[in-house]
């Protein structure tokens, strides 16, 4: 494992849990720069952290990868706390948060919140975004999601590489639930980051390493395993947006489960699409008993609780 010590001077790496993304935040003289908010209801301690990182400055800019609840999700307290921030989203999406569709932002077919936030500007594959005096060059990583971006710094051969690849893996493949073919666009995204060769990557979860070629390998193995059996990826995403749910909650009555996974969308068609021959309620008790079988959940009086 490395440390944030072994990045350049000025940049901060804050590895977070899995509730909310991990933060990267660049000073110089000049400005300050961070990459990802977090989830919403993990606002408060990411003030906490920018702050104790900037020493009394104000955060000046602020860049989005990509726009799911847990990498935005603190966008809107940050321009609360800091009035002047201005805030950098894809152009792919830049006048849909504008209008703030929550479905196509993905909160509603997620069964997700994040307050609504302003964005200020743009930016594009191909583009240099200069955060505090670096250069950052933007390429496009779709797969867990089409309009995500990976941040490629040429000179420390540093890339941030959201959830397109972690130590272990790479997020959900959400365009798979709506019927689009995406498992190809991840591995697509994989030989991508292979090409560019970077020295460490800064990945979205978990923590960021240095051993490129192992992490590929990993990935690999798992986007090819989910193109041949698309039925286990909607199983594994179903039980994340149950799981990510209860991170955030904690303890959730079994009847309150039922009842808020009947609103989601997700998880609607993920029953329609693979188990058409099971009601609704029995799959997700299917679901919930795959989590308990994991280690990642307990049921104790008709409540669960995260573990």
Not at 81 to 100: C, D, H, K, M, Y
Request: proline residues 5%; contains cysteine; negative net charge.
């Amino acid at each position: 494992m490395i440390s944030s010590n072994e990045l350049p001077r000025g940049m901060h790496f804050l590895e977070r849990g899995w509730l909310s993304s991990n933060n990267l935040i660049l000073t110089s003289p000049a400005e300050t720069c961070m990459v990802d908010s977090g989830f919403w209801s993990h606002s408060a301690q990411t003030i906490q952290l920018v702050e104790s990182v900037l020493n009394g400055r104000a955060l000046d800019t602020l860049i989005n990868t990509h726009l799911h609840s847990d990498h935005c999700g603190g966008n809107a307290e940050l321009q609360r706390v800091w009035p002047s921030l201005r805030i950098g989203v894809g152009a792919s999406q830049f006048e849909t948060v504008n209008n703030w569709d929550s479905s196509q932002l993905s909160y509603d077919v997620t069964g997700q919140y994040c307050p609504r936030f302003v964005p200020n500007f743009s930016y594009l594959p191909g583009q240099t975004l200069n955060l505090s005096g670096v250069n950052w060059t933007v390429y496009l990583g779709a797969g867990h999601d089409p309009h995500s971006s990976l941040l490629f710094q040429e000179e420390e051969r540093l890339l941030i590489t959201a959830d397109a690849l972690w130590q272990n893996g790479f997020g959900v493949v959400f365009p798979e639930l709506e019927g689009a073919s995406a498992f190809e666009d991840v591995l697509a995204t994989l030989d991508l980051i292979e090409s560019l060769n970077p020295r460490i990557c800064l990945p979205g979860h978990g923590p960021m390493f240095d051993d490129i070629k192992s992490a590929l390998k990993v990935a690999r193995s798992r986007g090819e395993f989910f193109m041949a059996n698309p039925t286990k990826h909607a199983v594994h995403a179903a039980k994340v947006l149950i799981k990510y749910r209860l991170l955030e909650l904690q303890a959730w009555d079994i009847n309150e489960v039922q009842l808020w996974a009947n609103q989601v969308p997700y998880l609607i068609r993920i029953k329609e699409d693979h188990f058409p021959n099971i009601n609704f309620q029995s799959m997700i008790q299917n679901l919930l008993a795959g989590l308990v079988d994991s280690k990642v959940a307990k049921i104790e009086a008709n409540i669960l609780y995260n573990l």
